[in-house]
């Protein structure tokens, strides 16, 4: 039970953590919303490699997505 409520809790900041990445790749590319969700993750998958800012447990929560999971979070929104 506790695990579960750990993995909700993971879940949800990675969705916060997310929506703050797509904003600073949004910035850096004004052309992005008219890109494929494919697209867009990759950039995400990137810009999180290429040394976005994110602290410690961020970081390590957002590193262990894959392109394909951040696609489908993407389209959950």
Request: aromatic content about 2%; overall charge negative; glycine content about 2%.
């Amino acid at each position: 039970m506790l695990q579960d409520k750990r993995t909700d809790l993971d879940a949800e900041r990675q969705k916060k953590l997310l929506q703050r990445l797509l904003s600073e790749v949004s910035s850096q590319n004004p052309d992005l919303y008219y890109q494929s969700t494919s697209q867009i993750a990759r950039q995400i998958a990137d810009h999180i490699t290429s040394g976005a800012v994110l602290h410690g447990d961020d970081r390590a929560l957002m590193e262990r997505l894959s392109q394909r999971d951040i696609e489908v979070l993407l389209s959950l929104h």
